[in-house]
């Protein structure tokens, strides 16, 4: 399978799993069926509306295709549908949100590298297309972006973006950098949600 | 008259009552004077500036024009002089925010048709156009966006601008289009609040 | 100094500040490490982000030079480390805040006159990139801005940014209009919390 093939797939797996988180968020608060339509496309397609944006590629993928905002509205729907189902999924969601947060990860790192951005920069902008749908879903909920106090969340994309444009600096070949971080984003994610890995805190009031 | 004149004046109320919708929402939380222009002018004018950075057209229209920042900011010094008044006319301001909602709803669809942004994306931009100043407003008043749980609001939006664009597909006019859809949109959003018209919701859990 | 010289000067400081600033938000609200990190960055940075995005300059300079990021991430590391040192300095922070706050506000107004918007949409832009950092600040911490309802703050950058511009019109000489401008915007916001000046409400239920 061919690099480009592969992150297709991905991308579409992602915009539909964090499609499903927005429209899971929405269902939580009781939102009608055409609120949880727009949380759910929110969520699946901000995170790179923001990167084209910040790269200069206006308008963004998510308006010239089709495929970004068919997809996360399909997701909507699934979750309207099979509301009590996907609940009783809790593990695959998460797992399947791990999967988006690293591809996006690393995609949006890939596009920033060759949009010409510095590797710094590009790493910042691959970490906020992974984490942009959360924060606007939260935000819309009014509720605290849950990447600000859920451990290793933002550092797992951080690390995958990261791990990506090393391997590139050292000249590893694209498709094996890209899975690589891939893997290495979601492992993190995975194993620190198994065990409870948690990063330094600053000291408390009591 | 002319569709470009119609368009024109239809957006300069529909920013003086995005701007008013802003102010109250300021006043109400009891903001100081600076607190309530600076809602007034976000809620006005954010949907038209989102839309142009979607379609790469920065700098957006509110910043090379002078008219819409004086009209929102206008509209947040008549919510501060006439609170009273204005909260009396409680039933013409939903009016007017419907009209805006509609106007918006149809104008940025039509712009981004004319950016050659295919039909569904042109539907989005143009959902976004008529709430995102809606959404800022409500997201700077930490409150949850009413779009999002108040039924038959965004929908009305996404009535217009498909409308608009369904009907050019079939080579209606672009005057005769514009009208109809935006009444399309206003009258929805009226009749939704006249009969009190709900969407589906998820099961609850009582 | 030249002028340049000076503004990158003061956007460095203004930065670092304005990472402090989230750094100590997220601090209080107890986020881990990398929580803390993200909002020292998105404070510091936002605003200039948004000012670039509106211009048409994308990618940003935050993206496009190293230096934004890094500043921005040492002003949260420095927060993390240094936590009871920093609140304890409570005036100073508020001192450099107001620097940051003046010198945004002016190199907004600066660079989107350079763009060729006119004067008022310039000024626009020079409110957005001052207080832009603090109100994502405040919404990714659930927060009602502080900007609405904190008396003479926007007004400050606002201040500042007229000034910059009506000097610029009669032809006052670059440095001396920018000094001038910062040094009106710092002292107002300084002498507003000093004296607890406040502007007009509008009258309340009581």
């Given at each position: 399978?061919?690099?480009?093939l592969?992150?297709?797939?991905?991308n579409?797996?992602?915009t539909?799993?964090?499609?499903?988180?927005g429209?899971?968020?929405?269902i939580?608060?009781r939102?009608?069926l055409?609120?949880?339509l727009?949380?759910?496309v929110?969520t699946g397609?901000a995170g790179?509306?923001?990167?084209?944006?910040?790269?200069?590629?206006a308008p963004?993928?998510a308006?010239?295709?089709?495929w970004?905002l068919a997809?996360?509205s399909?997701?909507?729907l699934?979750?309207?549908?099979f509301t009590k189902?996907i609940e009783?999924l809790?593990?695959?969601?998460m797992?399947?949100?791990?999967i988006?947060?690293g591809?996006?990860?690393?995609?949006?790192?890939?596009?920033a590298l060759?949009?010409?951005?510095?590797p710094?920069g590009?790493?910042?902008?691959?970490?906020?297309?992974?984490i942009?749908?959360g924060?606007?879903r939260?935000?819309m909920?009014?509720?605290v972006p849950r990447?600000?106090?859920?451990?290793v969340?933002a550092?797992?994309?951080?690390a995958g973006?990261?791990?990506?444009?090393?391997c590139?600096?050292f000249?590893?070949?694209e498709?094996?950098?890209a899975a690589g971080?891939v893997?290495l984003?979601v492992g993190?994610?995975?194993a620190?949600?198994?065990?409870?890995?948690t990063?330094?805190?600053p000291?408390g009031?009591?």
């Amino acid at each position: 399978m061919s690099a480009a093939l592969l992150f297709t797939i991905l991308n579409v797996l992602g915009t539909f799993v964090f499609g499903l988180s927005g429209a899971m968020v929405a269902i939580r608060r009781r939102f009608d069926l055409f609120g949880i339509l727009v949380l759910a496309v929110a969520t699946g397609v901000a995170g790179g509306i923001v990167r084209d944006l910040l790269l200069g590629a206006a308008p963004p993928e998510a308006l010239r295709s089709t495929w970004p905002l068919a997809v996360a509205s399909l997701a909507g729907l699934c979750a309207f549908l099979f509301t009590k189902q996907i609940e009783r999924l809790n593990r695959p969601v998460m797992l399947l949100d791990a999967i988006g947060l690293g591809v996006f990860a690393v995609a949006g790192c890939r596009k920033a590298l060759i949009y010409g951005i510095e590797p710094p920069g590009a790493v910042l902008l691959g970490v906020i297309s992974a984490i942009g749908g959360g924060v606007l879903r939260d935000i819309m909920a009014a509720e605290v972006p849950r990447v600000l106090h859920e451990d290793v969340y933002a550092l797992a994309a951080f690390a995958g973006a990261v791990a990506y444009a090393v391997c590139l600096w050292f000249a590893v070949p694209e498709t094996t950098a890209a899975a690589g971080a891939v893997l290495l984003a979601v492992g993190l994610r995975l194993a620190s949600v198994r065990f409870g890995w948690t990063l330094p805190r600053p000291p408390g009031p009591d």
